[in-house]
């Protein structure tokens, strides 16, 4: 069917060669779902271009920033919404499912009532936009998702998030294992059994199917397929992954786990080695490989100075989510918060220069743990067993400073097991142990590197360990020197650290040495934070493994 230009436009429409594919994805849509397309226009996997003219024209507010990307706003909710988040709770599914704050439960029943609420929305839309792509670069082993949306923003950004098919792809996609109806700008009913709020996210294994209410930002969709990997890929025997990974030049990937304000973005984009994925990756037989077709970049305070690539990356098919532009040059203030700090970029992964493509890589030669410690007692980079792997995999582990958020004004633990907590849905020990046995199997080496302070806390006035020093221990890891060093036991937490590292002071690398107030004060916090660690590992101890356990601080 001939796309019909807009009045006054010079375009001129040619029929459109997967028309035949469009109507089989309405009549399933029907079936399935109930989408009257006799009333709803729906676009399939649209251009970028017609998405920018479509959010353009229907959305208000959306502009184009000076660089060429695509400006949208995701209303009240500028972020997730981890407590609105359900999971149904179903036979096949609910033995595996690790229930708790995580993973709050909701019936079958309830489900239903959010999904129809969904569902009558879209069908009162004048038109759907349809996504269809994939979740995971190994092609034996990648998901088929679906996008239903209204949005042709939130379109736009699954685009870039998700894997994009070939057109001989899409007109063999078939029936999707996966399907996100967006129906982000209608209320949930807050009096449904099992809501908190007008907001709500909720996943069905047995249906394959999720449902968002009362949300618009687009980052609920990116999360939820990560959670819906989590799920399907351990249970394939899959090691599901939240982190980034680069690969060396003589093929030698490393993996990179981390919390805000650890380091991860900034450390694994390395312009020596090629970048496989930034944020989810999945560690099979064969390799690596990372399950996104983009990146989601934070862009406060963002400038070509410190992050080239990622700044380089926003222009044409980028999408930047809430941020601040100028009215008349629509160049975009990068350094304002005025609607939240949590300002967003989505871009496809081939925008980045240097990107290995496709996005797979071999087994990983180094796990690389990355906390930032505020109170100075972590040494810059310890040499982990398996069993401690584990157990810092689990712990998660960094500080958060003051001004990093109100109300904090001393160094603050915090802990996210395997390091993405709220995307978690088995039992952290099941993904520990998959660790352990790959890194096993494949003779990795894994390291523990703090980012954070040495000499003393943050609070004492001492400073970060030099991102210079950082970086020479990378370097150091990557071409073997560290691992092959003289190294002794560091105490409490019986780490090995090395006794030399090129490029970085000696006294640095061991944190009692390189500590500038007494002796006492320092055994004071080494037993302080291996006292946070020991409590936060009682939430898990009940299914940890006993080896998980013992390897944990002792005092």
């Not at 999360?223 to 599901?240: D, E, N, R, W």
Request: hydrophobic content about 35%; aromatic content about 10%; some cysteine.
């Amino acid at each position: 069917m001939a796309a019909s230009p807009r009045p006054g436009s010079p375009y001129h429409g040619r029929p459109s060669s997967s028309s035949s594919i469009h109507t089989k994805v309405e009549e399933e849509l029907h079936d399935v779902a109930g989408i009257d397309y006799d009333k709803v226009t729906i676009k399939r996997n649209p251009s970028v271009a017609v998405l920018y003219e479509e959010a353009l024209t229907y959305e208000q507010g959306t502009v184009i920033s000076s660089a060429g990307a695509l400006c949208a706003y995701s209303g009240k909710k500028t972020g997730r919404s981890p407590k609105d988040k359900r999971i149904v709770e179903e036979e096949t599914s609910k033995d595996d499912i690790w229930w708790g704050p995580v993973n709050t439960p909701i019936s079958e029943k309830v489900f239903s009532i959010n999904r129809e609420r969904a569902i009558d929305y879209l069908n009162t839309r004048p038109r759907l936009y349809v996504f269809d792509g994939y979740a995971g670069w190994d092609v034996k082993l990648r998901k088929k998702v679906r996008v239903v949306a209204s949005r042709a923003y939130h379109l736009l950004f699954m685009r870039n998030m998700l894997i994009r098919p070939t057109e001989e792809e899409l007109e063999n996609f078939g029936t999707p294992d996966f399907t996100i109806f967006n129906a982000g700008e209608f209320p949930a009913n807050r009096y449904t059994t099992g809501m908190t709020s007008t907001t709500s996210v909720s996943v069905n294994f047995k249906r394959a199917e999720m449902v968002i209410l009362g949300t618009e930002y687009a980052g609920e969709m990116k999360k939820g397929i990560f959670t819906v990997m989590h799920y399907l890929m351990p249970k394939a025997g899959v090691l599901s992954l939240h982190s980034s990974a680069n690969e060396g030049p003589d093929g030698d990937v490393s993996l990179f786990f981390g919390l805000s304000g650890t380091g991860k973005t900034t450390l694994s984009a390395d312009p020596k080695r090629k970048l496989i994925g930034d944020d989810e990756h999945c560690w099979s037989d064969e390799g690596v490989f990372n399950i996104e077709g983009g990146c989601y970049a934070k862009c406060i305070d963002l400038s070509g100075e410190k992050e080239p690539d990622i700044f380089n990356a926003i222009k044409f098919g980028a999408v930047l989510e809430n941020v601040v532009l100028d009215e008349e040059t629509r160049q975009v203030d990068y350094s304002d918060d005025f609607l939240t700090e949590n300002t967003r970029c989505a871009y496809p992964i081939y925008h980045i220069p240097n990107a290995k493509l496709p996005c797979v890589g071999g087994h990983p030669k180094n796990i690389i743990l990355l906390t930032c410690d505020a109170f100075g007692v972590l040494p810059p980079v310890s040499k982990l067993t398996p069993e401690q792997a584990m157990y810092h995999f689990i712990s998660g582990y960094t500080t958060k400073v003051a001004g990093t958020e109100d109300g904090i004004s001393e160094p603050t633990p915090t802990f996210s097991a395997c390091f993405g907590a709220p995307f978690l849905v088995l039992h952290p020990q099941r993904y520990a142990s998959m660790l352990a046995e790959k890194m096993s199997q494949h003779k990795a080496n894994a390291w523990l590197i703090n980012t954070g302070w040495i000499g003393g806390s943050a609070s004492s006035g001492a400073k970060r360990c030099p991102l210079k020093y950082t970086r020479a221990i990378l370097d150091s890891i990557h071409d073997g020197t560290l691992a092959n060093g003289e190294f002794e036991d560091f105490e409490v937490f019986g780490f090995s650290i090395p006794k030399k590292a090129a490029g970085v002071p000696d006294e640095l690398l061991n944190p009692r040495k390189a500590w500038k107030g007494t002796d006492e004060d320092f055994t004071k916090s080494i037993t302080q934070v291996a006292g946070m660690f020991q409590g936060n590992f009682k939430t898990y101890q009940d299914q940890a493994a006993p080896e998980t356990v013992a390897a944990g601080p002792k005092f």
